[in-house]
């Protein structure tokens, strides 16, 4: 295909998409884009529950990848929607994700496939992989996070201290929780608690009011990001707002349901699996150390530290994305 290599692929659409029936009342939606013949590949959106974007799809060559795109559970076109307070969160966990990532595989008839996403993506997709290596051919990650409980201090209260009037503001928000907001040691009393605790409420007024602080504070951490269009969390529609907020702090406050550094510490289980982590030296909301950690416990990864890059990456990130892809749908 004709373009330069720094540029995304034009825009495609899915030719086959469904809702899986991945148990427990839940329908997964997914979409599947590309060359049916091509390399299989599967986007692990953000978040959690940021939902698939179909801007994704550009990263991909339409002539060699077959990609497929799915919304987690209770985001984007998936059913019940978290904005939704009858919306029951005990089968949103990360095991429960990545069991619906390996019923999509089976259904699709893929025996391995390419792991692309970043930011909370990049965790579901390390869980992913050590549980089965076997079914992974190469992993790429923009802007790399393990959602150890360290990091989720340092994105909640951590980075307060470089913007303390967002912060105050962020913590004010939940008067209820223990002492400084702390997040490990004070347990159900902190603060992301607090806030998933709001987003159960049944009182309409009190989640709306839960949702505008957490997106103001995540907001606040990406202002001195360069970006485009409206800001990137309360920028979102109202419904999608609610169901991020609801199931990121859901996430959040558990620990994501794993064991503190274990994606570090196991990840000698992706010897072998080709992996590219790419990260902005001034990611704010998820510091480099992270990565750097993860590339030098897993063997084959490579690491490309993007200056002057932050979470959201920027034109140097998008390249070194494209390059990576496009490497690896010749193998």
Known sequence: MDREPHEKYPPIEPYDQGMLDVGDGNLVHWEVCGNPDGKPALVVHGGPGSGCGAHTRQYFDPDRYRVVLFDQRGCGRSTPHASDPAADMRHNTTAHLIADMERLR?????EKWLLYGGSWGST???AYAEEHPERVSEIVIPAVTTTRRSEIDWLYRGVGKIFPEAWDLFRAGVPEAAGDGGLVAAGDGGLVAAYARRMESPDAAVRAK???DWCAWEDAVLSQETYSGPPPYSGRPGRAQQALVRICSHYFSHGAW??????IRNAGRLAGIPGVLVHGRFDLGGPLITAWELAKAWP??????IDGAG???GPATTRAVLEALDRFAAR
């Open 124 to 126: 579901l997709i390390l």
């Open 106 to 110: 089976v259904r699709l008839g893929i």
């Open 210 to 212: 839960a949702t505008a």
């Open 311 to 313: 979470h959201l990456g």
């Open 300 to 305: 084959d990864a490579e690491l490309t530290v």
């Open 258 to 263: 794993l064991e503190e550094g274990q994606l």
